[in-house]
């Protein structure tokens, strides 16, 4: 009786045994497919985190490069140096780089003065007999205007006329009688001189410019152009 007992014993013992090893198997197996598949996951997720990097890497640079780089539209509405200036005035138009121009009857002024060539006899007889241009020449009389606009005195007279005829030679003063001889003296400020100069001028030529000017400095001169 004790004998079959005992095996039934070891029978149930052996079952129990089985089903343990059984389970363990099972619980091995699960854990290894549990393995496998993180193993098989990993990958993956390392390679989107890898290209997610990199795109931002990529995004990176993208914008420095475009911060370093200027800006062609902002460059190409930038003015240059080179650019002409339409404010440049020529000496004629009587800035203080030239003379101050006007024409015959024209009064002109400047800063210290203003001169106007009231008119220009050509010829002129002298009123003296004696006074005689010499062959090939004739006398041309300048009848002249000018006033002391500035606060220093001006030394008017003859001295300050300087007269060009039309082949680019200057006339030369003459001492013939004729009209009133524009005298030399001191002007003061507001003070005013009329009178006549006289030229001895080649036949054939004419008078084109009269330059006036009294100062010695950096006074500002007057042209009168006569043709």
Same mark, same amino acid.
């Given at each position: ?20 090893? =059984? #389970? ?6 699960? !854990?290894?497919? *549990? +393995? &496998?598949? $993180?193993?098989?996951?990993?990958? %993956? ?5 890898? =290209? #997610? ?6 995004? !990176?640079?993208? *914008? +420095? &490069?475009? $911060?370093?780089?200027?800006?062609? %539209? ?21 800035? $203080? ?131």
């Amino acid at each position: 009786m004790k004998t079959p007992a005992r095996t039934m014993g070891l029978a149930l013992l052996a079952g129990t045994m089985t089903l343990g090893m =059984s #389970a363990c198997t099972q619980v091995e197996g699960g !854990a290894s497919q *549990a +393995t &496998s598949a $993180a193993n098989s996951a990993a990958p %993956s997720v390392a390679s989107a985190a890898s =290209s #997610a990097a990199g795109e931002a890497t990529s995004a !990176a640079q993208s *914008a +420095t &490069s475009q $911060a370093s780089t200027p800006d062609q %539209s902002s460059s190409a509405a930038a003015p240059t140096s080179d650019s002409p200036s339409s404010d440049t005035d020529s000496g004629d138009s009587g800035d $203080a780089s030239g003379p101050k121009t006007g024409k015959v009857g024209e009064e002109v002024k400047t800063k210290e003065m203003s001169a106007k060539v009231n008119k220009i006899a050509d010829p002129v007889t002298p009123e003296n007999d004696f006074d005689k241009p010499g062959n090939g020449n004739h006398f041309v009389a300048v009848n002249i205007t000018m006033t002391n606009l500035g606060d220093k005195n001006l030394n008017a007279g003859t001295t300050c006329l300087k007269v060009k005829l039309d082949d680019n030679t200057s006339a030369r003063e003459d001492f013939a009688s004729y009209g009133q001889r524009l005298d030399y003296g001191t002007l003061y400020k507001g003070d005013t001189t009329t009178g006549d100069v006289v030229y001895k001028v080649p036949n054939g030529k004419k008078i084109k410019t009269i330059d006036v000017k009294c100062g010695y400095g950096d006074e500002q001169a007057i042209r009168i152009q006569a043709k």
